[in-house]
């Protein structure tokens, strides 16, 4: 079980987090393309003209903005600081539980993304068939100019394994 001044140093550093608000935009690396949107239709099985034609598959908001091979989460992004507050708590172990996006809009080639992240919330601790944890949302929201194409609520449980000591 959790001691308490564990509990309110994380619900602490979570108010902390959730106060500071989206992170600064960070830019693709690149602009939506038709050589990576081939790559996932390949690996996706799927054959849709229309993704042949120009057109992104929404559900690849978040392939143009990952870190890539090497690439580090910048100082201020909330999800991984919220991660390594509660690693340093004993809350070693990571599983993705669920994820919930929205899409406005089919992207384009040649559109160019930026993102932010906040933390939405961390709940807990809540003992589960992993262990005791906590669950931690962040929301990713994308853009084209001004306008929002794409969110998602991404939510991790970050917990003690069953039997760990």
């Known amino acids: 079980m959790t001691h308490p001044l564990s509990h309110e140093r994380i619900m ?3 108010e902390r987090i959730k106060a500071l ?3 600064a935009e960070r830019e693709a690396r690149d602009p939506v393309n038709q050589p990576t949107i081939n790559n996932w239709l390949e690996a996706m099985g799927n054959d849709n003209a229309r993704f042949r034609a120009g057109a992104a598959p929404p559900s690849m908001a978040q392939v143009w903005t990952m870190y890539g091979q090497g690439g580090k989460p910048s100082e201020d992004d909330p999800l991984h600081g919220m991660m390594e507050v509660l690693t340093a708590e004993g ?18 080639v040649g559109e160019q993304l930026r993102v932010t992240t906040a933390l939405e919330s961390v709940v807990g601790p809540k ?6 944890g906590y669950f931690v ?13 794409a969110t998602m609520l991404f939510r991790v449980l970050k917990f003690i ?3 760990a000591k």
């Open 127 to 132: 003992q589960t068939a992993m262990g005791e």
């Open 12 to 14: 602490a550093e979570a």
């Open 91 to 108: 809350f070693t172990a990571v599983l993705g539980t669920n994820c919930e996006q929205t899409y406005e809009r089919y992207l384009k």
């Open 161 to 163: 394994p069953k039997g």
């Open 137 to 149: 949302t962040s929301r990713n929201t994308w853009y084209v100019a001004d306008e929002v194409v």
């Open 21 to 23: 608000g989206e992170t």
